[in-house]
């Protein structure tokens, strides 16, 4: 289940709501939200609900391992080390065999060794997010930055919570320890979390959506049908919808973990504002960018030793974070590619950066993010340069403005103005107390549902990009 469908916005979350408020008790109301969130999993994925139980329970199994422990003195080193190790084999046979065993079967095959072909391995929804959010359970426990959970309920609940199960944010264990067992519900904040989860439900079906379809069209061109001004519009709808399809979730997670009584970390920060890829990834994707820093590369001892040591470990994350979003190599060398730039940077690039003016600080960077996306979005090496010569104008078309102008319509163009603009700080006086725009808040909110639903009940395009991840 997708958060903007109809089944979603018009008979789970009401239910939802409805049965969750209805009842006084915090452990009623947590067991509405475990028993919702595994029926939302279920929806879409019920072959692997037992796997998902599976991991919850052997996790529960691993923290009581450490604490007990801990208790009697020792750190629960074996248990935490055991533990990790389920995590990631769960996570490197599902997402990563059938990535695996294809290069195997090219290589050899190259060597002229035919390999017989073997069933593939399904990508179970989710597996990403759920394994990371256990994985940083057992190292909250291990590093005793928290107790380790008693309740399996409780767990249960931090793994699954439906707001987040299946594209995040990615939530820390010792982040919301406490709001598993104890957390406020205010009409406050639940009018504050509707309006974010209308805000990233409109980012997503009225932006993400909009320009999904000419990107989705353009990406799919044969190279020969590509113009410079097709390229640059594609890449542009596609940098567009990757950024509010995942926003506009992140959004909508982060407003339903405020109607529920959770306080989830922002997301996102304008990213495509920054004037450098150091920058970019201090403002895009938030919680990954820092599990990766405190469960990857402090741990590999970040940039405490030599510029080398520090340039090693920016590389391995990097690596490391590609492969995370995708089994393909395509994906490895986006990571390595944004890894190269943050080595670039450190190495003295920044220093030149700061001396040229803003604008070409900013340009640097949204270009540098662009050619990296084609890399992200194509499914083939041999694609992604194609794609790349045609946006140098290499493939030169005739009539190439026109070709392009058969992509764009009304709304592709609404989106994508809206699309910019939302891009940056530039409307943030709406949220603003003192700006009297702020009486027109609910109307707005309104009217972006509204606009939102109609789009999803006419059965408009709604690809959700996170699902492949």
């Known amino acids: 289940m997708v958060f903007s469908t109809v089944t979603f916005l018009f008979y789970f979350l009401p239910l939802f709501i409805v049965l969750y408020f209805a009842l006084p008790f915090r452990m009623l109301r947590n067991t509405v939200l475990l028993v919702a969130s595994l029926v939302f999993y279920a929806w879409g994925e019920p072959k692997n609900l037992p796997l998902l139980l599976i991991s919850i329970l ?51 095959a190259k060597l002229g060794i035919d390999i017989p072909a073997v069933e593939a391995v399904t990508l179970p929804l989710g597996i990403s997010f759920f394994s990371f959010h256990a994985i940083s ?44 067992h104890q957390r406020q519900h205010t009409l406050r ?91 970019f990834w201090q403002r895009w994707h938030l919680s990954l960018s820092r599990w990766f820093r405190d469960y990857l590369y402090i741990p590999l001892g970040g940039n405490r030793g030599s510029s080398m040591a520090t340039y090693r470990n920016l590389f391995i994350v990097f690596f490391l974070c590609g492969l995370w979003h995708g089994a393909s190599w395509t994906f490895v060398a986006w990571g390595l590619y944004h890894g190269t730039f943050l080595v670039l940077e450190r190495i003295g690039l920044q220093k030149t950066l700061l001396a040229l003016p803003r604008l070409f600080r900013h340009v640097y960077t949204i270009l540098v993010i662009m050619v990296g996306w084609v890399f992200f979005r194509c499914d083939s090496f041999t694609q992604a340069l194609h794609y790349l010569w045609a946006m140098a104008g290499g493939m030169p078309a005739d009539n190439a403005l026109a070709l392009a102008m058969r992509f764009l319509n009304g709304t592709v163009i609404t989106a994508l103005i809206a699309g910019l603009l939302v891009s940056t700080p530039i409307l943030q006086a709406f949220n603003k107390p003192q700006a009297q725009t702020r009486i027109f808040a609910p109307a707005i909110s309104l009217m972006l549902f509204v606009l939102s639903a109609i789009s999803l009940a006419t059965g408009a395009y709604n690809p959700f990009i996170y699902f492949r991840f």
């Open 58 to 108: 052997l996790n529960y199994v691993c923290g009581l391992g450490m604490g007990r422990a801990q208790e009697k003195g020792g750190t629960g080193k074996a248990v935490f080390i055991a533990g990790i190790g389920f995590n990631l084999v769960l996570l490197a046979y599902f997402k990563y065999f059938n990535f695996a065993l294809s290069s195997v079967i090219a290589l050899l």
């Open 137 to 180: 359970y057992l190292v909250d426990v291990y590093r005793k930055k928290t107790r380790h959970e008693k309740s399996l309920l409780a767990l249960a609940m931090y793994i699954t919570m439906f707001p987040q199960l299946i594209a995040g944010p990615i939530i820390r264990y010792s982040t919301i320890a406490r709001q598993l």
């Open 189 to 279: 904040r639940v009018e504050l979390g509707i309006k974010i989860f209308i805000l990233g439900l409109a980012q997503k079906v009225l932006i993400a959506n909009s320009v999904a379809l000419p990107a989705d069209q353009i990406f799919s061109l044969a190279p020969e049908a590509l113009g410079l001004a097709t390229a640059w519009l594609g890449i542009t709808c596609y940098s567009l919808q990757i950024y509010f399809d995942f926003f506009g979730y992140s959004n909508m997670a982060i407003g339903l973990g405020l109607v529920t009584g959770f306080s989830f970390p922002r997301n996102f920060n304008y990213p495509y504002i920054a004037q450098s890829i150091t920058e």
